[in-house]
């Protein structure tokens, strides 16, 4: 039987492929739409799949073979090509609809130093590549239109482990529009240069290399080749197949925990969710909690720091124990599921990103799943907290938090807020604790910005909820020593004690833990 086992996420059909066959673009055999084999390990046999498009259709125990050896030289970059058909040089991979036929062999990796930029989540545009001196040198690759083209994964095979690989990354600079439109301006080369690559032999444990050199608008890296098959990022990658198979683990080993479809995406993507509380206690005498994560797509950390929260949520730890049975708490680990699937950066998309879209009329489906998930909290007075995950700047080396001004809350909303920021600043710790210093997100005197602020999640979670709720974004470093899937975890578990914590008194009106 095939390793991998896992969900089409545009129909639905249940899939098994070889696990040689991670990372690879392939055709789904029942509704024929492009798919990316999933690269994480943990991948067991799924729960039953999100529903279905009314396109679907159902083939029992169809086949398709796909081989993912021939390579293209297009635009000086070297990709994967797939051919209708297996040629005799080179064995097949099979993916199949789940049964009892074998798979076919594993595909033998080709000779010489290639690159594969055509799974879910990957993004580089090969400028050049060196054989001899077996260096590769990449840009991003992201559509402006769909955001900062700052984020980069690539997969290289043919690695020569017995020398330096060398890797050099082009900063993608382009003339972008920001802030709602309102100002152009070119991306800044720091946005796409992390101090060090992401590197892992086999998709989904991932280490640090040593900080490279940096020279203007360009970084080289020089990476001891532990395989010869590497993959190589600006962060660890965590795709939304990661997500799904995520919830539906946590689904599948904890009775308290239910996956959940929040919404399609524009693009006909369902965004996984988890939904988790614990006990006989009624769900309306229940404070609500939705921590959410990616709204811009390329900012990895947060979904790392919302898996750590969900998986310390999900312990036996006493404190998660009385949260999860005192709480109802929504876990979104990927809001921009289109971006984020594509390898585009998401931030400041066209005609605005999810972060600007909280509205009565919002463009992003999953934007409008969660403000209708809030609006139904607030109607039962019970909406307590959304904590919205993101990545700071270049610089930062500890944990930001994002406040709104007192004298734009209420009492107490305002009292309120500051006793979150108290707890997270005592339970989220080091290597990357929470800056003494808070940002205090308002309005600025521009007319067009006294409207489009309030469109941000926060404002609008404020103006639209309770008037116990709290509302605060926590941004987590990406070019720390520490931005590791380890670091992001340990603050992940360091919010859901600050969570805990803060409830520990009831917030004024709200129904909460007691």
């Known amino acids: 039987m095939s390793d991998i086992r896992f969900n089409c996420l545009h129909c639905g059909q249940t899939l ?199 020279q203007g608008d360009q970084i080289s890296y020089s990476i001891p ?88 949520l999900l312990s036996q730890d006493p404190r998660a124990t009385r949260l999860r049975s005192q709480a109802e708490i929504f876990i979104v680990p990927v809001m921009d599921s289109d971006r984020v699937a594509t390898g585009d950066g998401g931030k400041e998309s066209l005609p605005r990103d999810h972060n600007e879209d909280w509205s009565d009329a919002p463009n992003y489906p999953e934007v409008a799943a969660v403000e209708k998930g809030v609006l139904a909290a607030a109607a039962e007075n019970r909406m307590a907290l959304l904590v919205d995950l993101h990545d700071p700047n270049l610089k930062a080396r500890a944990c930001q938090l994002w406040a709104t001004p007192t004298n734009l809350l209420s009492a107490l909303a305002a009292q309120n807020q500051q006793r979150f920021i108290q707890s997270a600043s005592q339970e989220i710790a080091e290597p990357m604790a929470v800056a003494k210093n808070l940002i205090w997100d308002a309005p600025e005197k521009a007319g067009w910005w006294q409207t489009a602020w309030h469109h941000l999640t926060c404002p609008w979670v404020y103006e639209h909820a309770n008037p116990q709720t709290v509302a605060v974004t926590l941004e987590v470093p990406w070019n720390a020593p520490a931005s590791t899937i380890s670091g992001y975890r340990s603050v992940g578990e360091g919010l859901g004690r600050a969570i805990e914590l803060y409830l520990r008194e009831p917030p004024s009106s709200a129904t909460s833990a007691k």
């Open 16 to 214: 098994a492929v070889d696990m040689a066959a991670a990372g690879v673009a392939v055709a789904c055999p029942t509704c024929g739409q492009t798919i990316s084999v999933p690269q994480l390990a943990r991948l067991a046999p799924p729960l039953p799949p999100p529903a279905a498009p009314s396109r679907a259709r159902s083939w029992p125990l169809a086949v398709l073979t796909v081989v993912a050896l021939s390579l293209l030289l297009s635009g000086g970059a070297w990709v994967w090509h797939r051919h209708p058909h297996p040629v005799a040089a080179a064995p097949a991979t099979q993916i199949s609809a789940t049964g009892n036929e074998p798979a076919a062999p594993p595909v033998a990796p080709p000779a010489g130093l290639t690159v594969a930029t055509n799974f879910e989540g990957a993004s580089a545009r090969v400028l050049s590549l060196d054989p001899v001196t077996q260096t590769i040198r990449i840009t991003p690759n992201g559509n402006p239109e769909r955001g900062w083209p700052c984020w980069w994964s690539l997969r290289v095979m043919g690695v020569d482990p017995a020398r330096p690989l060398v890797l050099r990354v082009l900063a993608n600079t382009p003339d972008i529009t920001s802030e709602g439109g309102h100002k152009h301006v070119r991306l800044g080369a720091d946005w796409s240069l992390p101090d060090r690559v992401s590197v892992s032999t086999n998709g989904v444990d991932w280490t640090q290399s040593a900080i490279g050199d940096r």
């Open 225 to 312: 080749p532990a395989a010869a098959n590497l993959w190589l990022a600006w962060g660890p990658p965590f795709t939304l197949t990661n997500a799904w198979s995520f919830v539906q683990d946590a689904a599948r080993d904890h009775a308290c925990a239910k996956s959940f479809t929040l919404a399609h995406s524009r693009e006909d993507r369902p965004v996984p969710a988890l939904q988790v509380s614990e006990g006989d206690r009624p769900a309306a005498q229940r404070p609500a909690i939705w921590v959410i994560a990616r709204q811009h797509a390329w900012e990895v950390g947060g979904t790392w720091v919302c898996i750590g929260f969900a998986d310390w």
